[in-house]
Nanobody
């Protein structure tokens, strides 16, 4: 059974850093584009970053220069390094494999607050 499990969320002050991890299982991880999405209270889910199966990266304008997406196919894991966090980055962060019709994780809460 296909599964994505996120970890690494938490609460940090503004300017802090977090690293999210997403472990995939039950599918051929290296063939899939991997993405991180987030959803803040009362808002729609939005794409944060994506890394393709051949390691091309793309980011939402709001996180460019602060967030870095990466993947380790040997570990079936994708990562999101988040630096210089702002309060507006507060959201539930979701991992995705294969786009909207693909697989989703359960989400991990990121809270940025002083």
């Amino acid at each position: 059974q296909e599964q994505l499990v996120e970890s690494g969320g938490g609460s940090v002050p503004p300017g802090g850093s977090l690293r999210l991890s997403c472990a995939g299982s039950g599918f051929t991880f290296r063939y899939y584009n991997m993405g991180w999405f987030r959803q803040a209270p009362g808002k729609q889910r939005e794409l944060v970053a994506i890394i393709t199966h051949d390691d091309r990266e793309d980011y939402a304008d709001s996180v460019k220069g602060r967030f870095t997406i990466s993947r380790d196919n040997a570990k079936n894991t994708a990562y999101l390094q988040m630096n210089n966090l702002y309060p507006k980055d507060t959201a539930v962060y979701y991992c995705n494999a294969g786009g909207s019709s693909g697989y989703w994780g359960q989400g991990t809460q990121v809270t940025v607050s002083s």
